[in-house]
């Protein structure tokens, strides 16, 4: 089948060739430039794999900080990443690095020499002009307006559902500057392209794309399906809900165009601001639980005699937690953030009003589609239009059946700085009737849910039987995991909806109200929000960002 697609493609373009050769032709001269010339630097990788190395020593090290007779020391498999790490690098910095980075050294120690290097390629990267001039690198693009191509629409447009392409913005020319920008352990540039309308987009250059691309483009997809059944929905409509959803380009499997400008910032960015202003590094809220935690069951094991029971275990979690947020990361760091980066206190209401907005509709996806490792480097939130999107929207697959499923135990992301900015008014009063009417506008029977997710579960389906058993004969089962995804997504999505509570106040209209009809959710938002569910997430999850 395979054999089959590439060569119907090939067909296909070749088709294209012949009948548009100027289109084609300008298309791909742009593809190449930019894969080309945007490629990131020696120094880019080098930041790029020091920040890998450092997420994976880490992980490692929340891994064995419950193991108390463990000896601190390097695994094999991270001795065989550094080796292989350090075979990519040359010259003076392979030698400073295989000085710095020997196998006998603790995990901790480990970790702090990570620290050291990725804060120095940091600081090198951020002393560069962020803004250059785009001629530095394609004279093509820069000059693309007195060159003889052929109309081209600005990138994105066909994925807005459009009925024709006729009144699509053409690219006029590209913005005479790019951007360099860096967030956690990603380096990418950023242009502006110039419409026929004197509009301006921009997007982010991201290179080396996880495999994960073409799920994650599939779930924008379907999201912006229901974007089109919230908009002809008057509960949703009036409220202004929507589900914040950026155009993706691919240009090739490891290069693809973002739609975002320079307004958004993610909240991990916001973490990475703060712990950079109080002179610690960004891990070492991590690198504090696990000490203090190895310290105190150490002491309980010599007081008793015997390991911490899961209560005692949970509860030393809590009082730790609760520790860093008291001398470390407060609850306030967004609010203090966007009370500084707002104009006014007007500014700043309306920003809330829509971060309590936009959120329902993240929490709603989260659930809905069991999104998994919503870090909050993973949201992106404009400081203009104070609209969110979600980035890596994958949705997790239990490892047996290629079924929807996760391990959190939350069901999203509500943590105590995104509490701490809504506020309670703004949690009862619109997080909750948000996701309520998000529910509802998409379980109506009109719309058809199940209909919508037919395509999209058949898809994610056979991704897994590729991946986990490609010779497997599974036709007979086929149809029932497609069938159980479909009716597990419908099942969340009707619980958000309080489906449960309506039809019994439908059904017994004089029976008393033991309940209101928002429960449902409301039980969700408590379960978010519980301190105790939040320490079960475990470090990874930065419960107390």
């Known amino acids: 089948m395979a054999h089959t697609l590439a060569r119907l493609l090939k067909e296909v373009v070749q088709l294209l060739k012949t009948a548009f050769p100027l289109l084609v032709l300008s298309l791909e001269t742009i593809v190449d430039q930019v894969a080309g010339k945007f490629k990131s630097s020696g120094e880019e ?8 190395l450092l997420s994976d020593a880490l992980q490692n090290y929340v891994l064995r900080m419950n ?8 695994n094999q498999n991270t001795v065989t990443t550094l080796s292989r790490s350090g ?8 030698k400073d690095f295989d000085e710095a980075f020997s196998p006998q050294q603790t995990v901790y120690e480990y970790i702090q020499k990570l620290q050291q290097w990725r804060t120095r390629y940091e600081r090198n990267l951020d002393s560069k002009p962020r803004i250059q001039p785009l001629d530095a690198l394609s004279h093509y693009l820069t000059e693309f307006q007195f060159l003889k191509v052929d109309e081209i629409e600005v990138p994105g447009q066909y994925t807005e559902d459009k009925d024709s392409n006729q009144n699509f913005v053409r690219i006029q020319r590209f913005g ?26 921009a997007f982010s250059i991201q290179l080396n794309s996880t495999r994960y691309s073409r799920r994650e483009e599939r779930v924008m997809q379907i999201f912006r399906t229901f974007n089109g059944a919230l908009t002809r929905k008057k509960e949703s409509r009036k409220r202004n809900l929507s589900f914040h959803i950026p155009a993706v380009v691919s240009f ?3 290069l693809r165009l973002f739609q975002t400008d320079s307004s958004y910032v993610s909240l991990g960015d916001i973490y990475d601001l703060y712990c950079e202003e109080q002179g610690f590094a960004k891990e070492d809220p991590f690198l504090f639980a696990g000490e203090k935690g190895k310290m105190v069951m150490r002491e309980y094991m010599q007081q008793t005699g015997q390991q911490p029971g899961k209560a005692e275990y949970l509860t030393l979690k809590k009082d730790i937690y609760d520790e860093v947020a008291t001398k470390m990361v407060p609850e306030d760091v967004l609010t203090r953030y966007m009370i500084r980066t707002m104009d006014g206190p007007g500014e700043l209401w309306r920003m809330r009003k829509q971060f309590a907005l936009q959120l329902a509709s993240c929490s709603f996806m989260t659930y809905t589609l069991s999104l998994t490792h919503r870090t909050p480097y993973r949201f992106l939130l404009s400081r203009t239009t104070g609209q969110m999107t979600m980035t890596e929207l994958v949705p997790g697959l239990s490892q047996q059946l290629p079924i929807f499923a996760t391990n959190d135990i939350v069901p999203f992301r509500l943590n105590p700085n995104m509490q701490n900015f809504l506020g309670p008014i703004f949690t009862e009063g619109i997080l909750t009737s948000g996701i309520l009417a998000i529910g509802r506008s998409l379980t109506e029977p009109e719309f058809d849910l199940e209909q919508q997710l037919c395509l999209f579960s058949r898809d994610e389906v056979m991704t897994w039987l590729r991946g986990r058993a490609p010779n497997s004969n599974h036709e007979a089962s086929f149809k029932k995991f497609v069938g159980a995804n479909i009716d597990g997504v419908v099942k969340r999505a009707e619980l958000m909806a309080c489906k ?22 409301t039980n969700l938002i408590s ?3 519980n301190p105790v569910q939040l320490t079960k997430m475990g470090e990874m999850y930065t419960p107390w960002c």
């Open 527 to 529: 379960s978010a929000t």
């Open 176 to 201: 005479p500057k790019f951007e360099n920008c860096r967030t956690h352990g990603i380096t990418w540039k950023r242009i502006t392209i110039h419409g026929t309308d004197n509009s301006k987009t």
């Open 87 to 94: 075979m990519t690098l040359s010259g003076q910095i392979k």
């Open 500 to 521: 449960i509570e309506r039809d019994q106040a439908v059904n017994n209209p004089t029976a008393p109200v033991l309940a209101p009809v928002i429960q449902t959710v």
């Open 67 to 74: 193991s108390l007779n463990d000896d601190g020391q390097l």
């Open 252 to 254: 090739s499997p490891n």
């Open 45 to 52: 990788d080098t930041y790029r794999h020091l920040c890998m």
